[in-house]
């Protein structure tokens, strides 16, 4: 209690005070005095105006003075001016009502801070005249009562607000309480379980084993905990990861049980889904790789040995041309693609088959004990009905599918086999057209196999330095001076020795390893070229071929440009062949991409001209230097008149564009003389030169000084560039 000492001096009160005590305890006898002053509760009297008339010892040790101290005070006097203020309220409202006045009252104890709480009874005391003498205080300490009260208080509320179900049952096993989260789980309400055993939520899924451990654990620990598995009032089931504890007396009877637990059936949802999603594919929703690898060799070792009919077909779908479709319409039109797909594909196959994706744009169809010739003919049908056109961002967009079949036991006795072969005639029938169906051929996946080995050394020789450029020589037809080069890639593999580029670039050009080449290639062309010029050579002019991947690299200019100038090449030094056919092609506007690696300044050759089909109104617009006629067209010039008139054709053409033309594969004079005859400036071949290392360039370009009619110095240049011929 913020109590106050109050001194001896009572500043004349005291008088009043000990003539109005004197009338209590004359009335009341000795007898009331002594049981007054020993309550163990505190009491004091006060008069109307609240002023102390007396007070017991307990509330002496309270205030810390004696009775004698405190008559003619006030609580003004003895405690806070709040705690004054509360208490004359209080006094008061007793005097107005006239009867036994209970409320609670604090007092704070200024020396500790602490603060207690009495349950405080007041009354009006009365002379035997009536004459009101004052006000009749008792209080009693429950603080402890107070907290406890707090306590059950917040017992209760976190009993009912707890998010776990909680359950107490007596030491009989019948339920005495649940709380909200019990009757929310369960679906039960309270009522429809007090009074009932926990034996109305068992699922049956747990047998007697569970419940056998459960009790022992509870006699020797008084605690279990364990995943139950309980039905709820509508019959479904649930999980519950629920803790049991055996509450005891201070004797050690057992008198409840607790039962609190969590529900796990969100967990086990997801869980589950998660279980889904490891093996279903997140977009169609079918079957992964690894479910299809598992029930492939199911299928296969259920029928090993069997003398059941028909076996296992697999089918691997591929989508043709996907890739156009993210690059055009986006990752979300091909997402479209692939779920129309994977739902035609669940219809077409039916409840019989099993349908899975590989990744990617690829399928599986899976039939068991079907028939390979039935399963052929639907798969056939398929073709047609999964080229249905789709819609598209507006438009309706026809995609075709590629099918490669492989039976077991004929095409693979193991799942994994199986699938690769299935894999590999899928490959083949991209390659024969698309849109078409092939059976796993031997021949074929070797073919393929080889492919893979030769693109897997190709990756490696890159880095490796494996790749080297040669150089075959341009020469002017009428003068035959050297006026140029054209760079050749050559491959020299630590083992199979030379290989030829028909082998590696057609498999370079399928893959981005074309892009890695050519600026190879480039770097090393420009670094031989200004390596010449440093010998006092002069710049020699020389071509690159550009790979189809690599002409679409938004980032080939400003490579260039970059090239040049690091090996200080002036304009016009190196030149880009490009074929015909690949700006027939190309995607996008390749002037635009034209007219950028020209800023770069580099020369433009439009390679095989006249193999292309290309228009005449498109070449006009192209911004490039020169066209080099095909060498199927020069072969038979000198005995083909046709051939003669599409050479002519191409020379006039090229001189009308203000454009130089070279031709190629120039391997006889007479096919000289006509070229030269039709006004082709330039032109390589055998008749000059093969292509050849850069020491062999060299020590050709030496000795190559040829002048009119001097044959004698044109065989001896060309009998030194001939060397290898193997590789031309």
Aim: glycine share 10%.
């Amino acid at each position: 209690m913020d109590a106050q000492g109050v001194g001896a001096d009572a500043r004349g009160a005291s008088g009043v005070a000990a003539q109005d005590g004197g009338s209590l305890w004359a009335a009341g006898a000795d007898l009331a005095r002594i049981l007054f002053r020993g309550l163990p509760d505190l009491a004091w009297l006060k008069d109307p105006q609240g002023r102390y008339l007396s007070c017991n010892a307990a509330f002496e040790r309270i205030v810390g003075c004696s009775e004698a101290e405190l008559r003619g005070r006030t609580d003004v006097d003895v405690f806070s001016a709040e705690e004054a203020a509360f208490f004359r309220s209080n006094d008061r409202g007793a005097l107005e009502r006239d009867g036994l006045h209970v409320n609670e009252e604090w007092l704070t104890f200024r020396d500790t801070g602490e603060c207690r709480r009495y349950e405080v009874l007041k009354t009006p005391l009365r002379g035997q005249d009536e004459v009101l003498i004052g006000v009749l205080g008792v209080a009693r300490d429950i603080t402890r009562q107070h907290h406890q009260d707090e306590a059950l208080r917040l017992a209760a509320r976190i009993f009912e607000s707890a998010g776990e179900s909680i359950l107490v049952t007596d030491a009989a096993g019948d339920i005495v309480a649940v709380n909200a989260a019990f009757s929310r789980i369960s679906g039960y309400p309270a009522q429809e379980v007090i009074g009932r055993n926990p034996r109305l939520l068992r699922s049956g899924r747990q047998g007697p084993a569970f419940a056998a451990r459960m009790w022992r654990q509870l006699a020797v620990h008084d605690r279990f905990q364990g995943e139950f598995w309980n039905r709820a009032r509508d019959g479904r089931l649930y999980p519950l990861l629920q803790t049991i504890t055996v509450l005891r007396d201070e004797v050690g009877r057992i008198t409840h049980y607790v039962g609190v637990g969590a529900d796990l059936s969100r967990l086990h949802e997801a869980e589950q889904r998660s279980h889904h999603l490891r093996l279903h594919d997140t977009l169609t929703d079918l079957p992964n790789r690894q479910v299809i690898a598992t029930r492939l060799h199911e299928a296969i070792e259920t029928r090993r040995g069997s003398d059941r009919t028909g076996g296992v077909t697999l089918l691997v779908i591929g989508l043709d041309g996907f890739k156009s479709i993210n690059d055009s319409l986006g990752h979300a039109a091909g997402d479209r693609v692939l779920v129309e797909m994977a739902e035609r594909l669940r219809v077409l196959a039916g409840g019989q088959s099993f349908v899975g994706r590989l990744g990617g744009d690829e399928f599986v169809v899976m039939r068991v004990d079907a028939g390979l010739e039935r399963v052929q003919a639907q798969a056939h049908d398929w073709l047609a009905a999964l080229a249905e056109p789709i819609e598209l961002q507006g438009h309706a967009v026809t995609i075709t599918v590629s099918i490669g079949l492989g039976h077991f036991p004929e095409d693979g006795d193991s799942a994994d086999t199986l699938l690769r072969h299935a894999e590999s005639a899928l490959r083949g029938a991209k390659g024969e057209g698309r849109n078409t169906l092939r059976r796993y051929d031997p021949l074929q996946h070797q073919a393929s196999l080889e492919r893979l080995l030769l693109l897997s050394s190709l990756r490696r020789a890159v880095p490796a330095g494996e790749l080297h450029a040669w150089y075959q020589p341009k020469l002017d037809l009428h003068s035959r001076e050297l006026v140029g080069a054209e760079a050749l890639v050559r491959w020299l593999h630590p083992e199979l020795g030379w290989v030829s580029p028909a082998q590696f670039i057609p498999v370079a050009e399928q893959t981005d390893l074309i892009v890695a080449i050519g600026e190879r290639m480039l770097d090393t062309v420009a670094a031989q070229v200004a390596r010449w010029h440093a010998q006092g050579r002069g710049w020699l002019p020389v071509a690159v071929n550009l790979g189809a991947r690599h002409f679409a690299d938004a980032g080939l200019p400003a490579r260039l440009q970059a090239l040049r100038e690091r090996h200080g090449l002036p304009p016009g030094v190196l030149e880009l062949e490009i074929t015909e056919s690949m700006l027939m092609t190309a995607g996008g506007a390749p002037e635009q991409r034209l007219a950028e690696l020209r800023q770069a300044g580099v020369k433009l050759s439009i390679d095989d001209f006249g193999t292309g089909y290309s228009s005449l109104s498109y070449l006009k617009r192209l911004p490039v230097d020169t066209l080099k006629i095909d060498r199927s067209f020069v072969a038979a010039i000198e005995s083909d008149r046709r051939d003669l008139s599409i050479a002519t054709t191409i020379i006039a053409l090229a001189r009308g564009l203000g454009l130089t033309v070279v031709a190629e594969g120039v391997e006889t004079e007479g096919q000289r003389e006509l070229l030269e005859q039709e006004g082709c400036a330039q032109g390589q071949g055998w008749l000059f030169a093969h292509a050849m290392p850069p020491a062999e360039f060299e020590a050709w370009w030496q000795v190559w000084a040829p002048s009119p009619g001097r044959q004698d110095h044109f065989d001896a240049a060309a009998a030194a560039g001939a060397a290898p011929n193997q590789l031309a």
